[in-house]
């Protein structure tokens, strides 16, 4: 199993307010079919240090807003050789003649592809009062689709089960930290901080049903944390 992979960075500034990121990956999964296994990956990222434009307001340390898109992703779920179909002979010859068959118990799929996770995210960083008190909040959107999933077949086709792009899942949520330090001398320093995290994920589909039409809506996870 290996992966090769292109990766390619440009990162653009302006007079120490604007910045700007750009990647570029292109993967190569050898558990895919060749006609598959490749896929584009790319992300963008900005930001603006508006603290630049405020520099009469003394309480305002630094200022920070920032803003993301990206997309990566895997071949995860697929294992070696799992693409191919095998064979093996059977130890019980027929008159007189040696027999094979087929020695899968899944069935091959050729069209399985990476699954690919999209992520949006945008946050504001603050810092005040030279320093002593930081803030940063974020919030972010990732959906990951075509994840590989286990579908069960019909014996009588020959094989028990196969694998499908099939899965979808959604994370939003929430991330705060707020840090402050309210002593700090030449010698010693006290810094106390807290952050919280709210996370809600969503299982958008998990297959098809009969008709054809997707199973959506299938489980609903709420998160919080705080530390």
Do not use: C
Request: charged share 15%; hydrophobic share 35%; net charge neutral.
């Amino acid at each position: 199993s290996r992966v090769n992979s292109l990766y390619g960075l440009a990162e653009f500034g302006y007079n120490s307010t604007f910045y700007l990121n750009l990647t570029g990956r292109q993967d190569w999964f050898s558990v895919l079919n060749p006609a598959n296994n490749s896929k584009f990956y790319s992300s963008v990222s900005g930001s603006i240090v508006f603290s630049e434009f405020l520099k009469n307001y003394s309480w305002l340390s630094f200022g920070k807003l920032r803003g993301s898109w990206a997309q990566v992703g895997s071949a995860n779920g697929v294992n070696t050789y799992e693409g191919n179909l095998a064979y093996s002979i059977d130890n019980n010859p027929f008159n007189g003649q040696t027999l094979a068959r087929i020695a899968n118990a899944a069935s091959p799929n050729p069209t399985l592809q990476p699954f690919t996770v999209t992520e949006k995210e945008i946050g504001l960083d603050l810092r005040l009062f030279n320093n002593k008190l930081h803030l940063d909040f974020a919030a972010f959107d990732k959906l990951t689709t075509d994840q590989v999933l286990s579908v069960q077949l019909s014996t009588s086709s020959g094989f028990a089960t196969s694998k499908k792009n099939l899965g979808s899942l959604k994370n939003q949520g929430i991330e705060t930290m707020i840090e402050f330090t309210p002593l700090e001398t030449s010698n010693f320093s006290w810094t106390t901080s807290w952050n919280n995290t709210y996370l809600k994920t969503e299982v958008l589909s998990v297959g098809e049903k009969s008709d054809g039409s997707k199973i959506e809506d299938l489980l609903v996870i709420n998160f919080k944390s705080t530390g």
